[in-house]
T-cell receptor, first 116, second 115 residues
């Protein structure tokens, strides 16, 4: 079965640089979520998109922005990178409608960002 | 807002012993509850979910969890631990009011299996 695809898997950047992470959801999933997981931390919700519109916003820094495109893939743009941005960034997707009574998120393998 | 609390950031059990990972939730209405597992350097994999159809939920790899409203708990158990169960386990919660509701995770429990 197709899964959530994230790219790149690993990324190394210098402070103050810019990084872009991409997420390709499971086919026919219409909602994408971004999470940030620092070392030894639980995943923290950043932002989500439903049908290409922002649907919810969490603890996403103003230096970060994201969008969902017409093919439902999403990109997370991070500017003026700081050392503290080093983390594992997860994308997840969920299908349309509450078919099972709960919104089940399927996660990608993550993109590991290291800021030097 | 919903939240979950995982009791014990590290749990060690012997191979073949019972695994018990604790999770308590806080919500004004019964939420949806989930357990995810994360193996080293990998993504989050769904173990099981509670959606109010049954209070005892069976998941993959012989894991199960029981929803207890009176105790606001959703503890994860497995009768006999395998070495391959060593991983980080996250309890998560979402609400019922909004379609496409996000997940909120607990702080995680690292499970170590002693040979």
């Amino acid at each position: 079965a197709a899964g959530v695809i994230q790219s790149p898997r690993h990324l190394i950047k210098e402070k103050r640089e810019t990084a872009t992470l991409k997420c390709y959801p499971i086919p026919r999933h219409d909602t994408v979520y971004w999470y940030q997981q620092g070392p030894g931390q639980d995943p923290q919700f950043l932002i989500s998109f439903y049908e290409k519109m922002q649907s919810d916003k969490g603890s996403i820094p103003d230096r970060f922005s994201a969008q969902q495109f017409s093919d439902y893939h999403s990109e997370l743009n991070m500017s003026s990178l700081e050392l503290g941005d080093s983390a594992l960034y997860f994308c997840a997707s969920s299908p349309p409608g509450l078919t099972t009574g709960a919104n089940v998120l399927t996660f990608g393998a993550g993109s590991r960002l290291t800021v030097l | 807002a919903q939240s979950v609390t995982q009791l014990g950031s590290h749990v060690s059990v012997s191979e073949g012993a019972l695994v018990l990972l604790r999770c308590n939730y806080s919500s004004s209405v019964p939420p949806y509850l989930f357990w995810y597992v994360q193996y080293p350097n990998q993504g989050l994999q769904l173990l099981l979910k509670y959606t109010s159809a049954a209070t005892l939920v069976k998941g993959i790899n012989d894991f199960e969890a029981e929803f207890k409203k009176s105790e606001t708990s959703f503890h994860l158990t497995k009768p006999s631990a395998h070495m391959s169960d060593a991983a980080e386990y996250f309890c998560a919660v979402s609400g019922r009011a909004v379609q496409n509701e996000k997940l909120t995770f607990g702080t995680g429990t690292r499970l170590t299996i002693i040979p």
